[in-house]
């Protein structure tokens, strides 16, 4: 069966150190996203891919890194200048021009110790 | 702007029926969503409706678009304790690429 999946499933950092959190698919979605979710909150969008080798910007960007080397990953790297990285992050993906939705991973909490 | 709101919480006695409301700002969205998320997973998309129909209805849960108003609505038949999540309405960005903007999300809860 297809579908996105994202490990770790529970992560922790340490101040000061860059992790990173992987997102794989294999539903052949042209697009990849990575959310941030925060308790009560919703979804704030960091990083966005529509083809391989070509990612953008979201809202809250900054302190974060991706790549989008393979169409089927677009792994999430959370650096040390983000100062408040303990969340729960989502990865999802779409197919280019249908109005399917988004898939979502299960999702990784980060927890910084 | 892109905005979408919804209330953040909803209480319900087992075997009612709940309504979830959204409000959104793009009049020109092709697709409206919803989506649930059961503690600590990811969102699992419930149904979607095209922003040409005014109801949309599947099993227990039935789609109501209002687009004078841009007022969308979530009904759910019965409402059972496994029901009990966060809902997410979100509506998809005419600008750019593929593009959803979500609400913030209504915590359903499900009573005895």
């Known amino acids: 069966d297809g579908g996105i999946t994202q490990s770790p499933k529970y992560l922790f950092r340490k101040e000061g150190q860059n992790v990173t959190l992987s997102c794989e698919q294999n539903l052949n979605h042209d697009a990849m996203y990575w959310y941030r979710q925060d308790p009560g909150q919703g979804l704030r969008l960091i990083y966005y891919?529509?083809?391989?080798?070509?990612?953008q910007k979201g809202d809250i960007a900054e302190g974060y890194s991706v790549s989008r080397e393979k169409k089927e990953s677009f792994p999430l790297t959370v650096t040390s200048a983000q100062k408040n990285p303990t969340a729960f992050y989502l990865c999802?993906?779409?197919?280019?021009?249908?109005?399917?939705?988004?898939?979502f991973g299960s999702g990784t909490r980060l927890t910084v110790v | 702007g892109e905005d979408v709101e919804q209330s953040l919480f909803l209480s319900v006695r087992e075997g009612d029926s709940s309504v979830i409301n959204c409000t959104y700002t793009d009049s020109s969205s092709t697709y409206l969503y919803w989506y649930k998320q059961e503690p600590g997973a990811g969102l699992q998309l419930l149904t979607y409706i095209f922003s040409n129909m005014d109801m949309k209805q599947d099993q227990r849960l039935t789609v109501l678009l209002n687009k004078k108003d841009k007022h969308l609505s979530l009904r759910i038949a019965d409402t059972q304790t496994g029901d009990s999540a966060i809902y997410f309405c979100a509506e998809s960005f005419s600008g750019g690429y593929n593009k959803l903007i979500f609400g913030a999300g209504t915590r359903l809860a499900v009573h005895p």
């Open positions: 999802a993906s779409s197919k280019a021009g249908t109005g399917d939705g988004y898939t």
């Open positions: 891919s529509q083809i391989v080798n070509d990612f």
